[in-house]
């Protein structure tokens, strides 16, 4: 039981780093921007690049490597989502959504098409891995990389939600998510806000990407579209727009998969987790915790 | 708010229908094409995107390869051969619409056919062109159970794997067997078919999700019947990283994969540890051809790139497809296939050829492959 704990967390962490991204986008400036998996699939290419380029490095000194690989990452990323939002969003940011809607797909499939001219179709596989030796803690097999990851990956949520709820910057987002021409009257930059939070997003998308390739090693151009599938979900199902909301949502989903698989088996598991979200929105169409729908980030 | 979005997916699902549909309105050009002028074209659908755009390139150069050499010695009836390529991606939308296009390039025998779940919804659309198939990888059952007159397997069906794997099952004494699929037509296939053969040793059949990164639910629920022997049938890059996945949560005991996972990528993602002394059912791949030296070596030369899994199927469709049109004395379907039922004894990778009533090989040929330091070699052939 606690194995199928561990199981669904872990996997959830991933989906809830990713999600964040999708949900602060969604918040300012109701864009599903369905090439936010993709900028997963950059972090994770990023990341075997820099490494590429890193060389050599003894199996001792992984795990700072990874961290100082992770950072550089992020950034890279990060900048590729700014000039995605630049090149492909904003202008369109007064057209009708579906239009925008459909730009988020092409950018998705720009993304992952041009991935493959660039790396080719075939697989890669980190050449840093994150192995480790199991330990038995209450039951469970877990790997101390394990715990590490998600580590990071809690780090990261808290830091952005303290960034989105306790700074000037994080009061400009919200600003903008309630009302972006009142808040450009009010002397806030927005296409510049709106810059940094695709900044953040794809940041942390990036940071998933790199951690998913050290951790499962084997990376491709469409290792995106599940996940950001997933992430989607995870998003709505915490109440998109709302980040604790989304953070619960990709461990929700996570554990929903794992019991799903264990009550049901492998085949039954989509049905399932699935299942059980349409269920829930029926009875909660905001979401976990979306009942602030006023304030959206 | 909600609602546009959904409406937005509706009208995205709408215009590919659409896109489709427009492909299925270019059918019935084909046969216009077939003349007996000009060269002859062999069709070939591959996959050169998508998850397993590995493998294309492994067969599209093999069938070059024989082409260029039919063509050094003549062509075929005084003609040329042609080959060309359409990418399926492995997605049956995919192959359907580039079956389609073959079609209406006038493509006379297809020689191509690596994902059975891609290559069956092609069947119809070469049936109703008349063209005939030599399908040289993909083997799930379900592409000769409609008994369709003009599709031949050339790869080893998917019962017929499963017997493999059963008797080398047999063989290491396993008690308690695991099977996984990814519930894929091949896949599944020969999963249902092992199960079949080995009866109450299977304690549990386990299918798992393609294309994610995380199996750890499935893991755990297959390691909790304690099985001595676990058989992987679906391809190699979940096939890699269940065999490290595995190692990782305990399991100790054997692990078996199908064909669709051996490829070099495995013991990669798997990491060489993980893979170590992972069996796979497989007919002859180059590496475990007796004989071949030559052919690697102008593989080699013209590719500068060793061959790979299916490589040598590729090469003998094209061959077979040659050999066929010279028998039938044209490129016309009906006689093709004639000529195809009639083969007996032609020399491929595999041994003589002959046709069963079903259209598949008498002896599927496989053996069992072992990961030695990261690459499969000959474990046994079960002869």
Known sequence: ?297 | MRAIPLKSLASLTLAALLLSGCGQGLLGDGDDAATEEGPIVLGMLIPQSGSEAAIGPYMSNAAQLAVDEINAKGGVLGRTLQLKTADDACDPQSASAAANKLVTEGVHVSVGGYCSGATLPTLPIFGRANIPMIIPAANSQELVDQKLKHVFLINGTGSQQAEAAQKWIAKQGAKSVALMHDNTSYSKDIAVRAQGLLGDQVVITEAVTPKESDYSANITNVLAKKPDFIYWTGYFQEGGLIARQLRQSGYEGALMVADGAVSPKLAEIAGNEAAEGVYATMTQTPDTLQGAENWIASYKKKYNADPGPYSNQSYDAVRLAAEAITKAGGTDGAKVIAALEAVDGFAMFSGPLKFTPEHTLANGGFQILVVKDGAFTLQDPLR
């Open chain 1, 1 to 297: 039981m606690t194995q199928l704990v561990w199981n669904g967390l872990f996997v959830g962490s991933f989906y809830a780093l990713v999600a964040l991204g999708y949900s602060m986008v969604y918040g300012i400036i109701k864009l599903l921007n369905f090439a936010h998996g993709d900028l997963y699939m950059l972090g994770a290419f990023t990341g075997f690049a820099v490494l590429g380029a890193a060389g050599g490095v003894p199996s001792s000194l992984s795990l700072p490597l990874l961290l100082g690989v992770l950072l550089a990452t992020m950034a890279i990323t990060g900048l590729a989502g700014v000039a995605l939002e630049r090149v492909a969003y904003r202008p369109l940011r007064r057209a009708p959504r579906l239009s925008l809607l459909i730009t988020a797909v092409g950018a998705s499939f720009a993304l992952e098409y041009g991935m493959r001219a660039v790396a080719g179709a075939d697989p890669r596989v980190y050449p840093v891995r994150l192995g480790g030796t199991p330990l038995e803690i209450l039951g469970a097999r877990l790997t101390p990389q394990q715990l590490v990851l998600i580590a990071v990956a809690v780090v990261f949520m808290i830091g952005l939600n303290l960034l989105v709820t306790r700074t000037r910057e994080g009061r400009a987002m919200r600003a903008i998510a309630l009302d972006p021409r009142t808040s450009a009257l009010m002397g806030i930059d927005v296409n510049a806000v709106i810059s940094r939070t695709f900044f953040l997003g794809s940041a942390l998308a990036g940071a998933a990407g790199v951690m998913a390739g050290a951790y499962y090693g084997k990376i491709d151009f469409l290792m995106g579209f599940l996940i950001g599938l997933k992430a989607f979900t995870a998003a709505v199902i915490g109440g998109i727009g709302n980040i604790p909301g989304t953070m619960l949502g990709g461990l929700l989903l996570g554990l929903l998969e794992s019991f799903g698989t264990f009550w049901l088996g492998g085949e039954w598991r989509d049905v399932f987790a699935f299942g059980v979200l349409i269920l829930f929105l029926t009875v909660r169409p905001t979401g976990l915790l979306g009942e602030r729908v006023t304030e959206r980030v």
